[in-house]
DNA sequence: ATCTTCGATATTCGACGCGTATGGTTGGCT
DNA sequence: AGCCAACCATACGCGTCGAATATCGAAGAT
């Protein structure tokens, strides 16, 4: 049996005449009339009574008819189905979040944008370290994670540069800088300096610490944090002082104060990472979403996620 | 796109290899690529990604087998469907029974065969009058009925006849007659005859009164019962005499005594009747096992439902 | 580097679905 | 009663499409 034999005995048991059905599928009445025979062979039965004028259903006929309907109707759904999933308008993406990039407000606003577009995707968040998303990326227990990469291409990852944002040095309320509102780095000279702890994610680490002695200062370290949100409660503790990506400025914890980096001022990325060879729709979309939303601050020397307080 | 496109796929997306796919399908391994690329190039996606030991399954082809599986075994079910509905074995059946045949073991024997036989097909079973039987199965509101019918052949309606059976005398229990076991139908000379409303089966009435002339008298007419059952608690009550068909003999209500006719003895038969043009299947299997399980008592002269105790 | 595996391509052949022409039956109209 | 119109079945030629055979090409495996 083939789709044809029943998309030809719906429009017959719809018409209740051959003749019409024939016109309606836009072949003869003959070739109607033989496939409908076949199928009536094949299945061992008449579906039809052929009256003087028109037919009627028998009863394995009207039986068929809402089976046919059925199937009609399945396969349309399947075939739209797929469309949909080809294009990535529905599937799923497991979407990982690290180095406390959802502070950005550029997160949030790619993922709100990508669930307006694509609202049939499921999206499953999921915030993490930047290391362990790597991963998590590689192993294909996520599809995509935005993250501050240390290398802009880890094997078989491709990173989307979204954002290079200023970093912005974070110091307990009672501070003595607590009362400015920029210092130039070197000022962190003997204090004690929180870091994100160097394995997970040496780049990272290293660019902190190179932006130090660039400041003509070694950092004296101090405790280390497992992420870089922690940090601000850290620094908030009095443990230390640090430096953090502007955008974690959001986090407006009493106790904490941030100051502009006078001088060169160190920056921080953000990436969208993803499979290389992960050809998926969805993912596709979600980059592309991500650069667009991105807008023209995609550039390897982007802006700041606002008014950019950079150093000249 | 046609179930072929559908089969193929399944079969590629099982082996995740063409060439054992075509094995499977019986086909060679070109046909089977051509089609999968018809189906990639109907639906606008690829659904296996080619590697260079066999494919994989892309997600837009991961949906498509999910559904292909759930059309596929639609398909099947539908084709089984079908045949089974066109050879009876499921369906419905609107069944009447009136005059009292249900009393008639060989009634529900009928219909325990055939529920064994077909258990898919659905029984309403209808008790009415042999009349208001008739009428509905013309009416088209059942499809067989068990009647005691007028006539062999009324218009449209085709009569099976199943049992033929001798009639009774029943007497109240403190009739002088009430002692015997059997009594010549003149016996009833001047009692009040109770009888079934004319009306409602007029063969089954005249019947009765040819067998009283025939006896050699003329029924002194009692009161008239609208069936043929209520006639023994009727007769049970004192009201009159009567003579019903013997299997009513299962009615064994306190008050009543049957007697066997002695002499020329009136008969009662039960027909299964349908209409004539109604060619559906399971109304055919129940006509057959009717005739089946009536087995040889179904001659015109058939016997009773038990040791037949007629006239010579 | 060579061999093997496996999918793609090219070409021919055959079957089947479709169109045109025609026949046959039945119900309705005059 | 007879003719006509409706409508399904049959007959036959044509074109398309699906399948078989032969061959190629790419990518792992040894």
């Given at each position: 049996m083939e789709l044809r034999h029943l998309r030809y005995f719906v429009a017959v048991a719809?018409?209740?005449?051959?003749t019409r059905a024939a016109e309606r599928l836009g072949i003869g009445q003959p070739p109607l009339s033989l496939q409908i025979r076949q199928l009536e062979e094949e299945l061992g039965t008449q579906l039809f009574?052929?009256?003087?004028?028109?037919?009627?259903?028998?009863?394995a006929g009207k039986l068929l008819l809402e089976e046919a309907r059925i199937i009609l109707r399945q396969v349309e759904q399947a075939e739209t189905g797929v469309r949909r999933r080809a294009r990535g308008e529905t599937g799923r993406v497991i979407l990982g979040?690290?180095?406390?990039?959802?502070?950005?407000?550029?997160?949030?606003?790619?993922?709100?944008?990508?669930?307006?577009r694509y609202p049939d995707v499921v999206l499953h968040p999921q915030a993490s370290s930047t290391a362990l998303l790597m991963a998590r990326l590689h192993a294909g227990q996520i599809d995509a994670a935005f993250v501050r990469p240390s290398v802009d291409d880890s094997e078989g990852l491709a990173l989307h540069l979204l954002v290079d944002e200023p970093m912005v040095m974070v110091v307990p309320k009672h501070h003595p800088l607590g009362t400015k509102s920029s210092a130039p780095l070197r000022s962190f000279t003997n204090e004690p300096f929180i870091l994100y702890a160097r394995e997970l994610n040496p780049d990272?680490?290293?660019?902190?610490?190179?932006?130090?002695?660039?400041?003509g200062f070694e950092p004296r370290l101090g405790p280390q944090a497992p992420q870089i949100l922690p940090v601000?409660?850290?620094?908030?503790?009095?443990?230390?002082?640090?430096?953090?990506?502007?955008?974690?400025?959001?986090?407006?914890?009493?106790?904490?104060v941030y100051l502009e980096i006078e001088g060169k001022v160190p920056r921080s990325r953000i990436s969208l990472a993803h499979r290389?060879?992960?050809?998926?729709a969805p993912v596709r979309?979600?980059?592309a979403i991500a650069r667009r939303v991105a807008g023209g601050r995609t550039g390897a020397a982007g802006e700041g996620w606002r008014g950019d307080p950079r150093a000249p």
């Open positions: 719809e018409e209740l005449n051959f009574r052929r009256k003087a004028r028109g037919v009627e259903l028998t009863p979040s690290g180095g406390a990039t959802y502070f950005h407000p550029l997160i949030p606003a790619i993922i709100r944008e990508f669930s307006v990272y680490h290293d660019r902190v610490i190179a932006a130090c002695r660039d400041a601000i409660p850290m620094v908030a503790a009095g443990l230390g002082v640090s430096i953090v990506p502007e955008s974690t400025r959001q986090i407006r914890l009493d106790g904490v290389r060879d992960d050809r998926s979309n979600l980059v």
